[in-house]
């Protein structure tokens, strides 16, 4: 993929492979605009996530690479952050990057997508948890903190779905999202995980293009060869859609290119 810009490093303690091992899959695949979005420290869930006092080295190691492979391709530097009420840091927000990603893995505190709490389910109502989330996904635009909406459609990772009409659903974030210019990321997890599609789904693509909400592309990789994995498939899926471009960030101001 031409840009993708959502990918770890064993800095968050659940991603393996260096640096440069990314970046080399990376160019294999021919992309020029390469971001590291590692999962921002948090004084919340800290086993999943870098510390504070992390920070600075992170974000010189990834300035580093992109001096190293200027000539090659351009390497940006963001953070992945969560939206959770309480715990959303200004060392974070303030932080000079080049984007923020809003990525909601948590509702009341139960880490949804994390297979360790995935009993949870049984005990909650599938309709009322997905209009939580999107519920939730709309907050967090509405906050204007962030650039990119992580995985917007995160909540069906274990593939349990709801009785009632997804977009009707995801409307008012959707919305939310268009107004406060945010950018949704085409991210190919969602292929590795049991609902075995991207992030977002065909339709609620669709729904975002007859919005004009512009998108950018994710491998959201965790392991270097993770980096561009079904890449063919989401710009398929981007093209047949609609869109013809897709954007990044430099120092939080917004970019387009073709793919
Ligand atoms: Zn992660
Ligand atoms: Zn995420």
């Known amino acids: 993929m031409i840009v993708d810009l959502h990918n770890h490093t064993p800095r968050c303690h659940h991603a393996e492979g260096k640096m440069e091992e990314y970046i080399e899959k990376a160019l294999l695949s021919g992309t020029k605009y ?5 999962h921002a420290p948090m004084d ?7 510390a504070f006092n992390e920070m600075a080295q992170y974000q010189s190691d990834v300035l ?4 190293k492979y200027k000539k090659q391709i351009e390497i940006l530097l963001g953070y992945e952050v969560d939206y959770l009420q309480g715990h959303m840091d200004k060392r974070v927000l303030n932080a000079d990057v080049d984007y923020l990603i809003g990525s909601v893995h948590f509702l009341d505190e139960w880490g949804f997508d994390n297979p ?7 005990s909650k109502n599938i309709d009322e948890i997905w209009q939580k989330y999107f519920d939730t996904i709309e907050e967090m635009a509405k906050s204007k903190l ?27 974030a959707l919305i939310a999202i268009k107004n406060a210019d945010m950018v949704l990321e085409l991210n190919i997890a969602g292929y590795r995980k049991p609902v ?6 065909r339709s609620l693509l669709k729904q975002a293009f007859d919005l004009d909400i512009p998108i950018t592309f994710s491998s959201d990789a965790h392991k270097p060869e993770q980096v561009a ?3 063919d498939e989401i710009v398929k899926m981007a093209k047949d859609v609609g869109y013809k471009k897709c954007a990044f960030f430099r120092k939080r101001k917004k970019e387009f290119i073709s793919f």
Do not use: T, W
């Open 64 to 67: 580093e690479q992109k001096e």
């Open 116 to 122: 360790e709490f995935i009993g949870n389910y049984e």
């Open 44 to 50: 919340f869930d800290p086993e999943y996530r870098m």
């Open 34 to 38: 390469f971001g590291i979005c590692d």
């Open 146 to 172: 962030f650039d990119i909406v992580g995985h917007l459609d995160l909540i069906k990772v274990f593939k349990f779905m709801p009785k009632g009409n997804i977009n009707e659903i995801a409307k008012n």
């Open 196 to 201: 075995a599609e991207p992030y977002p789904s």
């Open 229 to 231: 994995l079904f890449n």
